[in-house]
């Protein structure tokens, strides 16, 4: 069975810095990698999504991710925070093929992000 | 397209009545998901249906809580009795060919 883990529960960021969200994953396979954002009282939205090819993603908002299967990580990172990115950041993996009726997807345990102006 | 649509968006009951949320998927997704998010465990899966048929039920804590997928385009889960440890937030989400697109959540509250 795929884990995520995610080290980092809470981190802080001025507005404007760089910032980088860690997750690794453990799966025999390559699987298929996602990072979600959920803002306070909100749903979950996609911000990006990996499942071959080009191991560097682009997703909305900005944010962009890397896989790299050496380390078994699919960190997300931003050039530029801006205070509406303070919210909470799941990575998710997913095997199987949920067409067919065997998709697990396995979340990590999030980690919020707070900015300060 | 409307993505995926929970309804209520926040219900308030007593322990012992029965609740029931909804979903409508997004249309032509072939695989519905019900999670619930608490603080303690973060997000859990509770069941997975494909085709309108229960997949992985395993994640269903216990007998009081139900679901149901008549159609393509609806599901239920009902919870009967409530209690307080179900307090929690409970998301639908939808997928065609392994990307989930999760609702705007159920925040429910027993009291």
């Known amino acids: 069975a795929q884990s995520v883990t995610q080290p980092d529960i809470h981190i802080t960021v001025s507005e404007g810095a760089s910032l980088e969200l860690r997750c690794n994953y453990s799966?025999?396979?390559?699987?298929?990698l996602f990072w979600y954002v959920q803002s306070p009282g909100q749903g979950l939205q996609l911000l990006l999504k990996y499942f071959s090819g080009d191991t560097l993603v682009q997703g909305i908002k900005g944010f962009e991710a890397e896989f790299k299967r050496s380390q078994s990580s699919f960190n997300l990172r931003k050039p530029s925070v801006h205070w509406s990115d303070a919210a909470e950041y799941f990575c998710a993996v997913g095997a199987g093929d949920s067409g067919a009726g065997s998709y697990q997807l396995t979340f990590g345990k999030g980690t919020k992000l707070s900015v300060i102006p | 397209d409307a993505g995926v649509i929970q309804s209520p968006r926040h219900e308030v009951t007593e322990m012992g009545q029965e609740v029931t949320l909804r979903c409508k998927p997004i249309s032509g997704h072939n695989s519905l998901f019900w999670y619930r998010q608490t603080m303690m465990r973060g997000l859990e899966l509770l069941i997975y249906?494909?085709?309108?048929?229960?997949?992985?039920d395993s994640g269903m804590p216990e007998d009081r809580f139900s679901a149901k997928m008549p159609n393509a385009s609806f599901s239920t889960l009902k919870i009967q009795p409530s209690e307080p440890r179900d307090s929690a937030v409970y998301f639908c989400?939808?997928?065609?060919?392994?990307?989930?697109?999760f609702g705007e959540g159920s925040w429910l509250t027993v009291v």
């Open positions: 989400a939808s997928s065609l060919r392994n990307t989930i697109y």
């Open positions: 799966y025999g396979a390559t699987p298929y």
């Open positions: 249906f494909n085709n309108n048929v229960p997949i992985d």
